[in-house]
């Protein structure tokens, strides 16, 4: 029987199904988004870099704010300083936060190049030292999220999880790709299942979850106590609640035009509140049409005509358009979708990487 749990100290996370931390898509909007939805134990920020978290304001402290119902949620720090780090940690605490997690596994050239993310597997002593300084820091449980490794050639995370362990984190995830692969490479989740295996503490697996039976693959084959969803999160924001319900034994809910329409506007209401301007909202519109756009009957058309959309009520007629047709679509109206293409304009090659959208780590 597969656990439907877990304790990262005093704090129960249940479901043990979590919200992984992304930068740029994990902000207060869609983590209040997914967990209206359900099925969610743990939501996790964007990270924080701990040297520009400061208590009196700021860009960084505004990212680790949370709703006061947001429970259980965790701030994620990056940083190579223990003693930045740990007053870090203090403060996070003071906004709320009910796990503090150390960030062991960005990928990022920028993060990485200063010694923080997951470059900090090859260098176990300064992780070492800066669990030990968080740790000692607050009064609320210390996680840490990694890597398998750093590359083929150092694939540490069960030795690098044992420090940590030692050290006093009070729960571990494991990402099943390198710092090398970053957003590729061929699956290899042996490194999960060996510090599931060695520690006492919380093993918890990450990476290409994107449906309940790439859960259910993870669980059996690491023996993992949760698992974390990201990237297929945007993709499909109620795959939380259909691993939990899968985890339950209950069939998984299943998701009509009605509601994809509801969650997508729901977004772009939620990310106009909180950003300054539309042209923020917009971005970040754009990032998420670049996913969930994906699953969807001629969503390609969708995905280009938010793309080049100049302004949030062009985004909204183009995605209330689409909507329509779905509605039809799934009504039985073989037609629905007959004519549906985007203008020539915008099928027109572009010069490259014009429209992209970027690679969120998951």
Not at 38 to 52: D, H, N, P, Q, R
Not at 297 to 326: C, D, M, N
Not at 335 to 357: I, Q, S, T
């Amino acid at each position: 029987m597969l656990p439907t749990f877990y304790d990262v100290g005093p704090v129960r996370v249940s479901p043990n199904v979590v919200l992984a931390p992304m930068e740029g898509v994990t902000d207060l909007t869609f983590r209040r988004l997914i967990r209206q939805i359900g099925g969610v134990g743990l939501t996790c920020t964007e990270f924080i870099a701990s040297g520009g978290l400061k208590a009196d304001g700021g860009k960084m402290y505004e990212m680790a704010q949370t709703d006061p119902d947001e429970r259980p949620v965790s701030i994620q720090l990056y940083g190579k300083d223990p003693a930045q780090m740990a007053e870090a940690a203090r403060i996070v605490q003071g906004l709320g936060a009910t796990i503090c997690d150390v960030n062991m596994g960005c990928p990022s050239k920028k993060v990485c190049s200063n010694s923080g993310g997951s470059a900090l597997m090859r260098e176990p002593a300064l992780a070492r030292d800066i669990v030990r300084a968080v740790v000692a820091a607050v009064d609320i449980p210390v996680t840490v999220k990694m890597r398998s490794g750093f590359d083929a050639g150092l694939r540490n995370a069960p030795e690098l999880a044992w420090i940590c362990q030692e050290e006093g984190a009070q729960a571990v995830a494991i990402h099943w790709r390198t710092r090398e692969d970053r957003y590729g490479g061929q699956r290899r989740v042996d490194k999960i299942a060996e510090a599931k295996a060695r520690l006492r503490v919380p093993v918890l697996a990450n990476g290409d979850i994107v449906d309940v039976a790439s859960a259910e693959a993870m669980f059996r084959e690491t023996g993992c106590d949760g698992v974390l969803v990201g990237r297929g999160a945007i993709r499909n924001p109620w795959l939380l609640k259909q691993i939990s319900q899968w985890l339950a034994g209950e069939p998984p809910v299943v998701v009509d035009a009605a509601e994809r329409r509801r969650v997508m506007l729901a977004y772009l209401a939620g990310i106009r509140a909180m950003f300054r301007s539309d042209h923020g909202a917009l971005g970040r519109y754009k990032m998420l049409a670049g996913y969930y756009t994906r699953q969807l009957p001629q969503g390609r058309v969708l995905k280009q005509l938010i793309l080049h959309s100049h302004a949030v009520p062009e985004a909204i007629e183009h995605t209330e358009a689409y909507f329509a047709r779905l509605v039809r679509h799934e009504g039985g109206e073989a037609d629905a979708f007959e004519g549906y293409a985007a203008p020539e304009y915008v099928r027109a090659p572009k010069a490259r990487g014009a429209g992209r959208v970027a690679a969120v780590p998951g």
